[in-house]
């Protein structure tokens, strides 16, 4: 794996089609820039005020999305270089993330947020690396 930093993160603008009864929230098409190839999409709950941290992927880029709530993520690459992002709701992007990065995230919004992450490859844990929580150093704040 070459060296991959956090400006290589693509932040996507996305449409949400205001609809009677009931908003149309676009995530991801296969002509969009991030696109890959299609392995799996999954969805994850974070609940307010909780923290999932660290990990990264060796081979799968995430195209991560919040279509309910606001989840603060934060990236490191192995420059120790750290980049935030919070999106959700008031924020509604998609953070195309290659392989290589490490990052976790926190729940902002009551009493959970939900995240899709559209893979390009199905999930495997042999092509993840974890760290524990206080391996890396990283004030999370009070949001």
Same mark, same amino acid.
């Given at each position: 794996?070459?060296? =991959?930093?956090?400006?290589?993160?693509?932040?996507?603008?996305? &449409? &949400? @089609?205001? @609809?009677?009864?009931?908003?149309?929230?676009?995530?991801?098409?296969?002509?969009?820039?991030?696109?890959?190839?299609?392995?799996?999409?999954?969805?994850?709950?974070?609940?307010?005020?909780?923290? /999932?941290?660290? /990990? $990264?992927?060796? &081979?799968?880029?995430?195209?991560? =999305? !919040?279509?309910?709530?606001?989840?603060?993520? @934060?990236?490191?690459?192995?420059?120790?270089?750290? $980049?935030?992002? !919070?999106?959700?709701?008031? #924020?509604?992007? #998609?953070?195309? !993330?290659?392989?290589?990065?490490?990052?976790?995230?926190?729940?902002?919004?009551?009493?959970?947020?939900?995240?899709?992450? @559209?893979?390009?490859?199905?999930?495997?844990?042999?092509? =993840?690396? $974890?760290? !524990?929580?206080?391996?890396?150093?990283?004030?999370?704040?009070?949001?």
């Amino acid at each position: 794996m070459g060296a =991959v930093m956090v400006s290589d993160i693509i932040v996507t603008p996305l &449409r &949400r @089609v205001a @609809v009677a009864g009931g908003d149309v929230l676009h995530a991801m098409k296969s002509a969009d820039t991030g696109y890959v190839d299609f392995g799996e999409a999954y969805f994850s709950l974070i609940e307010h005020g909780k923290t /999932k941290a660290w /990990k $990264r992927h060796l &081979r799968m880029t995430l195209n991560l =999305v !919040v279509p309910i709530g606001s989840v603060k993520f @934060v990236f490191m690459d192995d420059g120790g270089k750290f $980049r935030e992002e !919070v999106i959700g709701g008031a #924020r509604y992007i #998609r953070l195309t !993330v290659p392989p290589g990065i490490w990052f976790g995230f926190k729940g902002l919004a009551k009493p959970h947020s939900l995240i899709l992450n @559209v893979a390009d490859i199905p999930h495997n844990p042999d092509e =993840v690396e $974890r760290k !524990v929580f206080a391996e890396i150093d990283y004030e999370w704040g009070d949001e």
